[in-house]
């Protein structure tokens, strides 16, 4: 292997400006010329890997070869979300297991997590890594000139995972043994048929990353600390993506952001302004929005409703978080549940077509039972397509991490039980026949390994 070539200094490039990321990568230029094979990996969230699609299609375009198999790699890169701790751990197992099979590979982990928690890395990792919003670090390592761009690729790679080992297995269950750990861990197999089944991922789509960051600020988010503020892609560029797909046959088209619902806000345009010019394009096909932050659709409803009247917007995401107002307030969410509701019943009543998947947090700091409830009571009186569950955790330099009034695990894992109960309750009312059986679809390059479904 050709990758004692590489770079040969260890450096941490998370705790860095962008600018001497950039110096310090630079500084073994010329020394990568002959390393020539790579494997590129992620486990994170479709943002996570559509960024990974694109490196690894920088990479080919530089002259580098692709292979799965991380012993054949002169250069393993590991994309690692940090989204919650339980993806946080999940990474480091990883990162551990990468390591171990790299057979004398460069190893470079890049994307959230070394910006969420750089510490937590620094045990088993001591090479560079860099963010999610520094990618030109990555043609810096290679030598390249320019650096990848976020359009290169308009597919998602895989998630990558690995089953834990008996060791972690026996730890985990320890540190978490209870009546209603247990009771949720068999209830989330039929979970995973339905999310699965609603999801955005699939491989006949035609994926577009229309922005990065965000201008929000929820006090429980660390994405937030990864991908900073927003970056919006022009419209030109964004149309420009949406008609190439057309004209490889594409029917589905999913946008891809932080939050795409803020999408534009710094260039003095708005999603409006670019779906208008998307459902303007002759041809039969749909478009689904992923993280579509609510108040971004409180605040565009009425234009919203006339863009869906195209017919051709068939999927969106809009994380509720909670059914509370105080909790929402917390979570600096910028709304209220009652205009949440309202938001959702006028584009459910008018386009019931529409598939509509949302996130509820349990265990949030503070949330007392009554508060809890108001989250159930949700469940029942909004028609959500799917709810996507999540277990508050604390997250390092969010404000949520400073709250008072952090519950009991046992009573997060308590309440997440119920509301995973009730979940699949109504789910199953809503689908009472199997519709989904989950079957591996490979489709040449752009479509690995892919789990796919209909309703």
Known sequence: ????????????????????????????????????????????????????????????????????????????????????????????????????????????????????????????????????????????????????????????????????????????????????????????????????????????????????????????????????????????????????????GYKKFALIGTDVGCYGRDQKTNLVQLLDELVALPGNFEIRIRNFHPRFLIEMLPDVVKVCRSGKVGFLGLAAQSGNNRILQLMRRGYSIEEYKHAFNALRKEFPHIKVRTQLMVGFPGETEREFEDTLQLIDEVDFDFIELFMFSTRLGTRANSLPGALPREVIQKRYYRILRKTLQNLSHKYPRPVFTPKPVFEGAKNQGYFVGKV
């Open 1 to 248: 292997m050709a990758c004692g070539l590489l770079i040969t200094y260890s450096t941490w490039l998370s705790d860095c400006d962008a600018d001497e990321q950039y110096r310090i990568c630079t500084m073994g230029r010329g020394v990568a010329t002959f390393v020539k094979t790579a494997c590129v990996l992620t486990n994170g969230c479709p943002e996570n890997r559509i960024d990974t699609a694109g490196m690894q299609e920088f990479l080919k375009s530089k002259g580098w070869s692709i292979t799965n198999k991380v012993s054949d790699a002169d250069l393993v890169l590991f994309n690692a979300c940090g989204l919650t701790v339980e993806n946080a751990e999940s990474s480091i197992r990883l990162i551990k297991h990468l390591k171990s099979q790299k057979n004398g590979s460069r190893f470079i982990v890049c994307g959230c997590l070394p910006r969420i928690n750089p510490e937590s890395i620094r045990s088993v990792h001591n090479d560079v890594m860099f963010g999610s919003d520094n990618m030109n670090a990555l043609a810096a390592l290679i030598d390249a000139e320019e650096s990848p761009g976020c359009d290169l690729a308009n597919f998602l790679l895989p998630s990558y995972n690995i089953t834990p080992g008996l060791g972690w297995i026996i730890k985990h269950v320890k540190a978490n043994l209870n009546l209603y750990f247990v009771l949720s861990k068999l209830l989330e197999r039929k979970y995973k048929e339905y999310y699965d089944m609603i999801n955005i991922v699939s491989p006949n789509t035609h994926y577009i990353k229309v922005s990065t960051g965000c201008v929000s600020s929820c006090s429980y988010c660390a994405v937030k600390i990864s991908r900073g503020t927003l970056r919006s892609k022009p419209i030109e560029k964004v149309v420009a993506e949406f008609k190439a797909g057309l004209e490889q």
